[in-house]
């Protein structure tokens, strides 16, 4: 009986894979495009009154009038793969990161974006990018995948990083060097030399981590699978787990304005609110909304958020007040 249903646990999770992975019919691409509430929308970024959303088959949107209304920016080429995560250079510069390492550059805000790596042969996901200021930018992702640019992301070298071939999935640090890194098995790496050396901290969750955010040199959190979130007050020292009263997996956040905290988002429309010291202020749901992958907040009190039903907006064609500082 257990063969019986082990072997139907297995040809679920497989029809899923298959339909998530399936190429779509041409048509249905092209009336996807066109309504951005039904894109996978995973990362999001609010640079100087625009609104930058990357996702799915290589899709980027642009809204000048905070998610009111949405146009398509031109990638060439258009690969149809799936975007991850994107980042804000300096002087209006932007890259995205996705599957089959491609990473694409824009010089204008977003608007045109060209390809600068692609890789078919290794065939595996880039899964986020960091700017570690100046010219220095950090792209990783499936397999302990690690890459360094010291051009603003116009060319890229392979870093070694002792992970045993963990996802990295998560990335912050600060102007003093201090930097963590984050992924499956409750890897987290820690730096205090801006990344010239690594250290393993010693593991304190045995699930997948998938972001790390920096409060303050010493105060970090961490978040992830079934709803956990961990916080340091020492530099990853030690961690302490906060009790956000669900077991939903938590993908993507946006820090709050002048220390306020972050907020959390992910699965079943979950919101997690965190203050300027890791102590929680709230956990609820959005209706509706669906697995949620990113937030980014406009001005000090308004959030957008992205995710499996697209990038969110009211039902006056507006983008939902969904939260933010009280």
Request: aromatic share 8%.
């Amino acid at each position: 009986m257990r063969s019986i249903i082990g072997y139907l646990v297995c040809l679920i999770v497989a029809a899923t894979i298959a339909f998530t992975f399936s190429p779509r019919h041409a048509s249905n691409v092209a009336s996807a495009q066109l309504r951005p509430d039904r894109l996978q929308i995973n990362g999001m970024l609010y640079l100087d009154q625009r609104v930058v959303a990357v996702g799915e088959r290589g899709n980027i949107l642009l809204s000048d009038d905070q998610g009111v209304s949405w146009q398509s920016a031109a990638v060439k080429p258009q690969r149809d793969l799936t975007l991850t995560a994107l980042v804000a250079l300096q002087d209006k510069s932007l890259l995205a990161v996705g599957h089959d390492g491609w990473i694409l550059r824009s010089d204008d805000a977003g608007t045109n974006w060209s390809e600068v790596r692609y890789d078919a042969e290794i065939a595996e996901p880039l899964l986020g990018v960091w700017s570690a200021g100046g010219n220095r930018v950090l792209a990783f992702g499936s397999f302990g995948k690690f890459y360094q640019s010291d051009d603003d992301g116009r060319t890229w070298q392979a870093q070694p990083l002792e992970v045993d071939s963990a996802h990295l999935n998560g990335m912050d640090g600060g102007a003093d060097g201090r930097r963590m890194v984050v992924g499956e098995q409750g890897l987290v790496l820690r730096s205090d030399d801006a990344g010239r050396s690594w250290e393993k901290l010693a593991p304190f969750y045995n699930g997948s981590l998938f972001g790390v955010v920096r409060l303050s040199p010493d105060r970090w959190v961490t978040y992830g699978m079934r709803g956990h979130v961990f916080v340091s007050q020492n530099f990853g020292q030690t961690w302490q787990a906060v009790n956000v009263g669900n077991q939903l997996p938590l993908y993507g956040h946006a820090l709050l304005p002048n220390g306020g905290g972050l907020l959390i988002v992910g699965a079943g429309s979950s919101l997690v609110r965190l203050d300027g010291n890791g102590a929680l202020v709230s956990a609820t749901r959005l209706p509706g909304l669906g697995t949620l992958t990113s937030a980014v907040l406009i001005g000090s009190r308004r959030l957008l958020v992205g995710g499996e039903r697209g990038v969110f907006q009211g039902a006056d064609g507006g983008v939902a007040a969904l939260g933010g500082a009280q």
